[in-house]
């Protein structure tokens, strides 16, 4: 069985969205976009360790941009072929082995606060009671506010008695029964040696003192130092959970560790409870990276994503994480103002298909890219130095706005354009105009081709990039003579066009734009005097990104003297775009 998809309704900050996922599922986005929300959904009809009162809606639960009284929540369940789900839900199990939940929240409404209902087709739906198909069907869920101490105080005897029923062989439960009586011999002697030493003598008899003062029936009723429990069990039950550091025992202390910790002792758990096979099993888990370094972070995402059998889903802040998810089964949460959507409706074929374009490239994409705004796309490492140095100096903050810089190493840049328009993340591009030959003799702009290929590739019909393509394409497409004057009155006229897609194109390239912008003095100066500017665009081509860091090094605060020219205006085209958000 799988949950395919959630449709969520009229719930906090969704309006109306359905998000399709996969067996695997991670959930991004920036704070307070919803993650948490969605999980709430899944656990309104899934999770048992809520109670009447948890499902119950408070006025905070429905959709906060509107007046609705009602919150409508979905799920979709295919395959639903497992023997202990037919037996529950088999009358509202479809041909095609498809069922419908549905939870239903009403405002001011104390006589029914909420009903749960199935369906065999999504349409019309029966009331159910939600404790009888939980046995069968459930989410385990894991918060990011972990309390490893606690867990072990409350789960820690469960554990043990699932091992214990988990025995099959009768000379392994007679061996551990002998063992309980040796336990118990043992312990008698360890607590009559405690009660020989002299201090804890002392201290007991000026305690009982004191309580026969007290009142009359404490005489003769003495306390006692017991250093463990008299009886087998009970001392079993209260062992506790420590590190073992060379055979010997260390008291559980970093917050890391603690995490790794937790984490272990739910998945022993869960596994032993997997094993039984009398029911299916969701896993949500909210932040596993808390306190984890990013090594330890992408092998926990690893072992979750290798070691569960059932349906996961995970929220996460972590790039670590999400590198360790492929792209087609992540769901990014974005701003549809003002309600929430899921990019491209979720995990499914279109993000997948952008996925299989981007190819090899994943190896180089930063997991950082799922996470931001809005990306500005560039050539390679020295525009990525510059737009940074850039950044810092003309007042617009990276992080601040969420915006990543990212190299697509070259000119591939549609690829990138399919990924992150699936992922509906903000994208803009700055290349170089790229005059350079062709088979048969001619050249083309590889810039305003590049460009023309997004334009198509988009969709949507602007009409002066359409007319210029009708009329102009020519021109720059097959350039006999690249002195021709109308050849850069063509070039300019699709450069302003593109502008209208977020596409940027440099007068020349970044280093011809550079040399001869305000900076040329700091250029100058760095590369020394007396040289021509083709000989200066020369020796910062050569070695480009070494030669940029070298130069930003130096003179990065001249860069202010930028904020105004035509380099700067990606960088605020960015930040344009999510202000007006």
């Known amino acids: 069985m799988q949950i395919y998809t959630i449709t969520i309704k009229g719930f906090r900050n969704f309006k109306d969205a359905t998000i399709n996922l996969a067996q695997q599922t991670l959930i991004i986005g920036p704070n307070d976009i919803g993650k948490t929300n969605c999980i709430r959904a899944f656990r309104l009809l899934l999770d048992p360790g809520l109670s009447y009162r948890d499902l119950k809606p408070d006025d905070s639960d429905f959709y906060v941009h509107e007046q609705t009284d009602t919150i409508e929540i979905t799920l979709k369940l295919t395959d639903v072929t497992e023997d202990c789900l037919v037996a529950k839900l088999g009358k509202y199990c479809s041909d095609t082995h498809e069922v419908f939940l549905r939870y239903e929240g009403f405002r001011d409404n104390d006589d029914e606060p909420f009903r749960i209902s199935a369906s065999p087709d999504g349409a019309t739906f029966t009331s159910i009671n939600r404790a009888d198909y939980l046995r069968v069907l459930n989410l385990r869920y894991i918060d990011s506010n972990r309390d490893l101490f606690e867990y072990i105080r409350r789960e820690k005897k469960n554990l043990l008695e699932d091992a214990m029923d988990l025995r099959t062989e009768q000379a392994v439960v007679d061996a551990d029964d002998a063992k309980q009586v040796e336990l118990k011999t043992k312990l008698d002697e360890i607590n009559s040696l405690v009660k020989e030493l002299s201090f804890i003598q002392s201290s007991t008899d000026h305690l009982n003192t004191e309580l026969e003062k007290l009142a009359y029936h404490h005489h003769g009723n003495k306390v006692v130092f017991e250093v463990v429990e008299t009886e087998a069990k009970d001392f079993i039950e209260n062992i506790k959970l420590a590190n073992s550091v060379n055979d010997n025992p260390l008291a559980i202390g970093g917050a890391g560790r603690n995490n790794q910790i937790y984490f272990a002792l739910w998945a022993t758990k869960n596994k032993i409870q997997e094993d039984f096979d009398k029911e299916v099993t969701i896993y949500c888990i909210e932040e596993p990276e808390a306190h984890l370094h990013p090594h330890q972070q992408r092998k926990l995402a690893s072992y979750f994503v290798n070691n569960t059998k059932s349906q996961l889903f995970i929220s996460t802040h972590s790039p670590q994480i999400a590198s360790e998810f492929s792209p087609d089964s992540i769901v990014k949460l974005y701003n549809n103002k003002p309600d ?215 003179k990065s605060g001249e860069l202010k003297a930028l904020n105004t020219e035509k380099v700067a205006e990606p960088l605020k085209r960015c930040k344009e775009i999510l202000e007006a958000q």
């Open 340 to 554: 929430t959507k899921a990019a491209s409706d979720g995990c499914g074929q279109d993000i997948g298909g952008a996925v299989i374009d981007f190819a090899h490239r994943m190896n180089i994409l930063p997991a950082e890219a799922f996470f931001c705004s809005a990306v500005l796309l560039v050539e390679g490492v020295s525009e990525v130095l510059f737009y940074k140095a850039l950044s810092k100096e003309i007042g617009i903050d990276l992080d601040f706005y969420n915006i990543s810089v990212l190299s697509v190493e070259g000119v591939g840049f549609l690829p990138y354009v399919k990924l992150f328009t699936a992922l509906n993340i903000d994208w803009i591009i700055r290349t170089d105009i790229d005059v350079i030959g062709k088979k048969g003799g001619n050249k083309y702009a590889r810039g305003i081709s590049i460009g023309r290929s997004i334009y198509e590739f988009l969709g949507e019909e602007v009409q002066e990039i359409k007319d210029l393509i009708d009329t102009e394409y020519q021109t720059v497409n097959d350039i006999t003579d690249p002195t021709d004057p109308s050849l850069e009155l063509s070039i300019n006229s699709f450069r302003e066009a593109f502008h209208k897609i977020g596409f940027y194109l440099a007068a020349k390239d970044l280093e011809t734009d550079l040399i001869t912008s305000p900076i040329r003095q700091a250029i100058i100066d760095h590369y020394g005097a007396g040289k021509t500017d083709d000989a200066y665009v020369s020796d910062m081509s050569a070695k480009k990104g070494e030669n940029m860091f070298g130069f930003l090094s130096a």
